[in-house]
């Protein structure tokens, strides 16, 4: 037996998430679907973010055990021949077997792309949350910089009953304009709440709109209140960019690694 | 009664180009009957490029006629309304009434996206042609420098018996890569023969792929011989984004107008 770990990116657009739900069809369905027909028994994978309909991702990660004699490595290409053009297996290996993709220290990195601009681009459409409204970068800096650290982030983050403990640590969360008006927010911590990145973008877009100064968001922080916080952004503007396992990569390299900045 | 210009894009994957056509949807079919609709009279657009199937456009170009008093500005919003999410009308205005959008002079620019890495982006798939094998930049760039001028481009179109000459010039040919592996042929010229866009890139892939060397793109344009360039690139890799009207631009502003690169 081994467990293999797959890096997996998907367009969210024609899904309803990662997880199999009753409305729609999952990521995680088809990734089941397609590497039971591939070993010919049946396979369930476990996730590592369980990511909303219409989110993208580049790195979502999935672990799955098998007696099969093909080379972990080869998992992701035999897996790219079945799966639909909007999944892709961005790379395969084997993890020790009790590598777990969500019980574990993790350092996961996602973008929020918002197109601020007066009238949409359509071939972005799908990728991006068009904002008509010119949008303050510098200002959205300056509200973000209140974020960085080990915060209660219960301001943040749409109420989910199991879980509680709100603290989180965001490492780093900056803020660029291209060439072509995508505001791009990009944002690594140890671990994110229930929409948490999405609640953060909209609250990000007001204070860029200028609906409240860049101080206001120390103010939502400290109150702990889900209202008071901006509206949970649309999905099309998130992606999942990667997930990390520095205890994992550290022993598998055999010394400490610490989680560079990406390039 | 005044003529309306019309700064048209378009997410192409879902259209069987711009023109009406017995096997799918065009875009020029949308246009003109969410035109009809709004103005509550049958109207047909006069387009300036019929781009192919899955061939997007961010600044495609329609003219029309109304009696309307609706000022022309207004109708890119008035059709914003009404047009599906993957067409967008960018800007509107009037033109003199002997504005034709193919029959004067013209500065076109295309850009050409491949993505060019070990797996594809599903993210991407639908506006970068995915290209496996590594491409060399400056290689292409080499062979790109060959076109760039007045030339017969005949080995760099698919043939139209209509088309007697097939001279024309190119003013830019520009190849970039960016830090997410997409290679960019940024491409100008005040015209293009059908496919030659496509077959350029095409040629330029097999270049950049070693296939053969940069100079041998020279004997492909002095052969006038479409069998020896490159394939047609496929389509989604294609936006038609900028039409420029030199002539009209300098009436307008009462003075010469050089068509400047681009930011």
């Known amino acids: 037996m081994k467990r293999v770990k797959l890096t997996v990116a998907y367009d969210g657009t024609n899904y309803c998430g990662w997880q199999v739900q009753p409305n729609g069809l999952a990521v995680q369905e088809v990734l089941n679907r397609c590497l039971s027909e591939l070993l010919k028994t049946k396979i369930e994978v476990i996730g590592a973010s ?19 004699r093909m080379p972990a490595e080869k998992f992701s290409y035999a897996l790219n021949t079945r799966l639909p053009q909007d999944i892709r297996i961005q790379n395969s290996c084997q993890v020790p077997d009790d590598f777990h993709p969500r019980f574990q220290e993790t350092v996961k990195t996602y973008e929020y792309k918002i197109y601020n601009r007066k009238f949409p681009d359509p071939t972005k459409r799908l990728y991006t949350y068009f904002y008509y409204y010119p949008l303050d970068v510098e200002k959205m800096r300056q509200g973000a910089a209140y974020l960085i650290g080990e915060h209660d982030f219960k301001s943040f983050s749409t109420y989910k009953p199991e879980v509680e403990n709100t603290v989180r640590t965001i490492y780093e969360l900056g803020i660029q304009r291209s060439e072509d008006d995508v505001i791009t927010i ?43 916080a901006g509206e949970t952004a649309r999905p099309e503007g998130l992606t999942l960019v990667e997930i990390r396992y520095p205890e994992w990569e550290a022993k598998k390299d055999g010394h400490h690694v610490s989680v560079d900045p990406l390039p």
Chains 1, 2 share one sequence.
């Not at 369980?50 to 979502?60: E, I």
């Not at 994110?192 to 860049?214: D, E």
């Open 50 to 68: 369980r990511t909303d309909a219409g989110v993208h991702a580049l790195g979502n990660v999935a672990v799955f055990d098998t007696e099969a």
């Open 186 to 228: 990009r944002i690594r911590g140890n671990g994110f709440l229930y929409n948490m990145v999405r609640i953060i973008a909209g609250t990000l877009i007001r204070v860029g709109g200028g609906y409240y100064p860049p101080k206001h968001v120390k103010e939502i922080l400290e109150a702990k209140n889900r209202e008071l």
